[in-house]
């Protein structure tokens, strides 16, 4: 039983950790929106609670949890309860895939890309239960649109994940970051042009999957009041906060590790985990990581607060009409790509580390 | 007691019968639908607990189970664009009510 | 007991207990989100079994997918708000005459069966590496597959190699007929519209 107990409390750290990093980076966020927008605006934006107003999202938060919890008489109560929590759940799930480190990631397994794909896929879920339940119009419109754009979106931002995945020839997301260590030039963005028009497309489609603005037509509050979370108030709202910010730092720690080198900071020649040792290594490893999904979330931000909101038709029209077939049209080329360094040149630019679909088949021939 | 093959056979039937009487008892046409993932659902966690138990099937069992899976994903949109169809002429997805091939 | 014995238990338990509720529930979208939780457990259960490939399938394909599409379609049809449908008494009854029996004709055949070959003590951690990747040489046609993960001879039995390529092809050509024929579907109904 005591290896049990172990297998328990490994499980647990891990989760608690994350759970509270979500919960505070939710906090983080919250105030450096609110400063990129006032910013953005010419204002000054939150300044009196703390320094800078560092402490106004605590303020908020402790107003919220004061908040009267309002259920609708003619919602649902069942599943308006259970809507915020599959949505925090949704964007929670793949932070334990995400590596923040060369074996800092609650779980490691072969198959991480794929297992990422899958949770980050439940997320909607919430979003159109809690529209469903509250048994609101507007936020019923606003379910139907949110489902609708998150599975067209789906698409795309699949189509750029496997197209990562032909170029790296593995499906573990750490080791996809490891062959990105190294300068900048390694990382796979600059590996051939089809992976950089992907990355945009990638970065685009996570936009949407956010329902981040110009792709808030869930939410958007000239048309639906507020969408699907009209209904909610207190700290059930909070939840589908703390989810929408979270799955903005998922979906940019995924363009991170598949196009950005992951946790590889790009201007040291080798990984710092060689030379100082896992613990100190894994330190600045870390730090670079989450430095380069807060400029991430940031460009998201700068993004909402300067692109007007697109109709509905505009973002079906957007999604499959012009980012599918970009990303057809990209998939077959890093596959020509990939093969064309594998079979015309080989030997060549040997330092990329790369080895590719076939290199996987001949390893497993030997 | 360890966990063997027949605990998940046990378990895979009362998925199977739960879906059987989701069919059976619906009368919403997308309810009907639900029933029959479920059943499929049943079928493929047998295939996978046939592939653990005995490992000369391990290959052969996770093949099928995909198999099973992508099949009810085919049944499910085909099933579904039915289904609208049907709204679409018959305003209703009340399946007692969709007698027009009776004569 | 141990550890994967106890998450065994838990998953039947929630897997069984949601199956139940989805048949149970009169309301369509409360079986829809009782329904993800069966199949969320069916896929902690190909987790449990060490099989993550399909374990990841499931919920990609299955709650990703199949279930939004299902929740969709009920947004779609709803006729006012959270319409219910019951079924008559009687032809509850009747269902669960025939549910019941059925369950207990599967279970005691289950019971009754030797299960030969079938060894009791499989669940030991193996790596999940060979196991993706021969599953994967499986699909691309590769024997090969048997050569990264060679499986155990058992005595009195052909061991066969498996290529599962052709069914690959079938998986896909399907998928494309499939899509072919919804969208054909949809598109019907728009033509319908505009000539009435």
């Not at chain 1, 499980?11 to 994350?18: E, H, I, K, R």
């Not at chain 1, 450096?32 to 910013?39: D, H, I, P, Q």
């Not at chain 3, 069966?38 to 449990?48: D, K, N, P």
Request: net charge neutral; hydrophobic share 55%.
């Amino acid at each position: 039983m005591p290896a049990g107990v172990l297998l328990i409390w490994g499980a647990l750290v891990p989760a608690v950790v994350l759970a509270s990093f979500v919960a505070v980076s939710a906090l983080f966020f919250i105030w450096l929106e609110r400063k990129v927008s006032a910013r953005i605006h010419d204002r000054l934006g939150p300044t009196r609670v703390g320094k800078f107003g560092w402490l106004q999202t605590i303020a908020d938060g402790i107003k919220l949890i004061s908040k009267e919890d309002f259920i609708p008489p003619q919602a649902d109560h069942l599943l308006f309860r259970f809507g915020p929590y599959l949505a925090f759940l949704g964007a929670f799930l793949p932070f334990m895939i995400l590596p923040f480190g060369a074996g800092v990631a609650a779980l490691e397994t072969s198959l991480s890309a794929f297992l990422m794909l899958a949770v980050m896929s439940l997320e909607v879920f919430g979003v159109i239960l809690a529209g469903y339940a509250s048994g609101n119009k507007w936020s019923l419109f606003g379910g139907i649109r949110e489902s609708a754009q998150m599975v067209s979106y789906e698409v795309p931002r699949t189509l750029c994940v496997v197209m990562v995945l032909m170029a790296a020839g593995t499906m573990n997301l750490a080791d996809i970051a490891r062959q990105q260590s190294g300068f900048f030039w390694n990382w796979l963005i600059f590996r051939d042009p089809f992976l950089f028009i992907g990355f945009w497309v990638f970065f685009t489609c996570g936009v949407a999957g956010c329902k981040r603005a110009p792709f808030d037509l869930a939410e958007a509050e000239s048309e639906l009041v507020a969408g699907y979370h009209t209904e909610y108030s207190g700290l059930r709202w909070s939840f589908f906060f703390m989810a929408e910010y979270g799955s903005m730092f998922v979906i940019s720690g995924l363009a991170c590790v598949l196009f950005l080198g992951g946790w590889q900071t790009g201007f040291l020649p080798s990984d710092p985990t060689y030379w100082l040792g896992h613990i100190a290594g894994n330190f600045v490893n870390v730090i670079a990581f989450i430095l380069k999904c807060w400029t991430l979330v940031f460009v998201m931000m700068w993004v909402r607060w300067t692109l007007p909101r697109l109709r509905i038709d505009q973002v079906m029209a957007t999604c499959l009409k012009y980012l599918v077939p970009i990303c057809c049209v990209c998939l077959i080329g890093t596959a020509l790509w990939t093969l064309a360094w594998n079979t015309l040149l080989p030997g060549w630019f040997t330092w990329r580390a790369n080895p590719g679909l076939p290199a996987l088949v001949q390893q497993e021939s030997k | 007691m360890t966990i063997t093959l027949v605990h998940y056979l046990v378990l895979a039937a009362i998925l199977f019968v739960a879906g059987l009487v989701c069919l059976l008892v619906k009368r919403n046409a997308i309810g009907v639908l639900i029933g029959v993932e479920l059943m499929l659902n049943a079928g493929g966690l047998n295939l996978a607990a046939f592939a653990r138990f005995n490992r000369s099937f391990e290959l052969d069992g996770q093949v099928f189970t995909i198999f099973v899976i992508v099949l009810a994903a085919a049944e499910a949109a085909i099933a579904l664009a039915i289904v609208l169809n049907y709204y679409n002429n018959a305003t209703s997805i009340d399946i007692e009510k969709a007698q027009e091939l009776q004569g | 007991m141990s550890l994967p014995d106890f998450i065994f238990w838990c998953l039947a338990l929630l897997t069984a207990g949601s199956a139940i509720a989805t048949a149970v529930s009169t309301q369509i979208v409360r079986s829809a989100v009782w329904l993800m939780f069966t199949l969320a457990g069916v896929a902690g259960l190909y987790f449990l079994l060490g099989f993550e490939f399909l374990g990841a399938t499931q919920l990609l394909i299955y709650v990703g997918g199949i279930l939004i599409l299902v929740i969709f379609a009920v947004m779609l049809t709803a006729q006012g708000s959270f319409s219910q449908m019951p079924a008559s008494r009687g032809h509850w009854l009747v269902v669960i005459v025939i549910g019941g029996g059925l369950l207990a004709v599967i279970t005691s055949t289950l019971l009754s069966t030797s299960w030969e070959g079938f060894s009791a003590s499989p669940l030991t951690k193996q790596t999940d590496t060979s196991n993706s990747d021969g599953l994967a040489l499986t699909f691309l046609g590769s024997s090969q597959g048997e050569a990264a993960h060679p499986l155990p001879a058992v005595p009195g039995q052909i061991k066969h190699i498996v290529h599962s390529l052709f069914v690959f092809e079938i998986i896909s050509v399907h998928l494309l007929v499939v899509l072919i024929g919804a969208a054909y579907l949809a598109r019907a109904r728009r033509a319908r519209r505009e000539a009435a």
